[in-house]
């Protein structure tokens, strides 16, 4: 009942204004992602994820399926809901994903972005009307010294956002993972929006997050790491707003998982309505609505 519940989800958000972004697979192996591709197939290589005829195949006959489909709950086709701002590619596609699928030869920079322009016209021809986007974290060949700017895992961004059928660029921002400190950040943020620059393209800081450690289990308050996710957060918001970036996507925001029991905070990432961090990214949210430069930039440009 997988797309069902993806009905109700559609329909929803539909009734209450939420604009989603649909991610068609994930790097990772949670829920299968695309290493459950190649192992229907017999293949043990990450990589021909983007490069095997048949896995590729595969993947546009779910695209197809999936963006063709009419909602049971409102008989509203998928390729025309306005309840989709984007179809995303893939979850943080990488070459490599620290499984035994892994491989270090038969791949490059250019690999998955051939995947891309081949995946981002094929969704493009079925739902015109929609938005597309990669999915990428944001990796990019030079300019500084740290292996971010290496292209690394064949991930390219600024080729990856250039493409035409690419509407906007996505880049992530996990200082705790990269071994950045969270000054970092914000010269990663102002090298994405010279980017998009370059291309006159949006970008959105897609996806970001600063550990915490919280008391009891692990949906309890938070003991150590507020201070400095605060500081980071409000540093890395302001940089967005302030540079003319499209937006900015927390991860993580969890509910209810049962009656009466959060969804724990695995990660140590999760925001809940109505602590700290909720409060600071409300904030946040209401000052991109008033002040994004990113919006007084569009309505000052030429459209004739």
Sequence with gaps: DGLERLDF????????????????????RDFGGMDQYLAWYGLDRHHLFFTDRRVKRAYKDWVHHLLTRVNTLDGVPYREDPAVFAWELANEPRALNFEDFDHAEGWDHRTITRWADEMSAFVKSIAPHHMVAVGDEGFLAGGRDHWAYEAPYGVDHEALTALPHVDFGTYHLYPDHWGTDDRWGVRWIEDHLAVARRLGKPTVLEEYGVHVERAGDISGP????????????????????????????????????RPGELYPDYDHFTVYRGDASSRLLQGFARRFHREARACTLARGADHG
């Design 9 to 28: 989800v559609l329909h929803h958000a539909r009734r209450l204004g939420l604009k989603l972004i649909v991610v068609l697979t994930n790097n990772w």
């Design 222 to 257: 938070i003991t150590r790491g507020w201070r400095r996710r605060e500081a980071a957060y409000d540093d890395w918001n302001r940089a967005v707003l302030l540079g003319g970036g499209a937006g900015a996507l927390f991860w993580i925001l969890s509910g209810i998982e």
